[in-house]
């Protein structure tokens, strides 16, 4: 299988990235960064891990592949520099899933191409770059097929044969799949009636059925939140921190995230 292409030529600082590793040297590992053919950059070993590392083989492998986010850009001298250690648990598996969910697309883009009697391997400079330019992802225009129907579409520009399909596929294909995380929280609050205003606050903010408030022993707490995608989950995260906070800060308290729980 090809590597999915992007329109642009070079990522950007900060962008997340899927890459493979090509080599490994003492001091750090060479990468094809896979959404950009015939690019190249390095990890040095201060980025590979938090941790220290004795033998850098213990940590990267030729033929791995992992989400790095991209350090500096060079373009002149065409180098880029990356990091492994910076890319959060939560923000790899969403790119894992965003880079799955390409490959998808260009699965779906590829029958459709087919079904519609044009080159298969010009679809990125059929529709492909297209779909990037105009919904970011070539799956996320997809999931607007599903939800806004073939009409979305064409309003953005794509042509009428291959919107039909999309939707086609997108209802045929896409399937509501939740997502869920997991976080560890410190709530309290140091006033004479500390316990009172935190069940307070967590009674008002901790309601609805994507929340789970579970208690672990005081100050200590861990939520559990379900949604569509792990960006409505983590603004959900964040708008119930900020909530209970505001609250507690009245009553020398606070509401803070501590630490990531596996799924």
Known sequence: MKNIRRYEEWPEKGELVMVKIVEVRPNSAIVELEEYPGKKGMIHISEIS?????NIRDFVREGQKWVAKVLEVD????????SIKRVSPSARREKQKEYNNEIKAEKWLKMIA??????????????GFLLQKKFDLMYAAFEIAKEEGKEALIKEGVPTDWAEKMEEFAKEYIKEKEVVIRRELEIMSKDGRGIKWVRE????????ERLELKYISSPVYYIRIKGRDYKECEKLLKDFVGKVDEDLRKHAGHCKLVGEIEE
């Open 114 to 127: 087919k079904q519609l009697g044009k080159d298969e391997n010009r679809i990125y400079e059929e529709i």
């Open 50 to 54: 938090s941790r220290w590392i004795k």
């Open 201 to 208: 606050a967590l009674l008002k903010h901790g309601k609805g």
């Open 75 to 82: 373009k002149d001298r065409k180098h880029i520099t990356l």
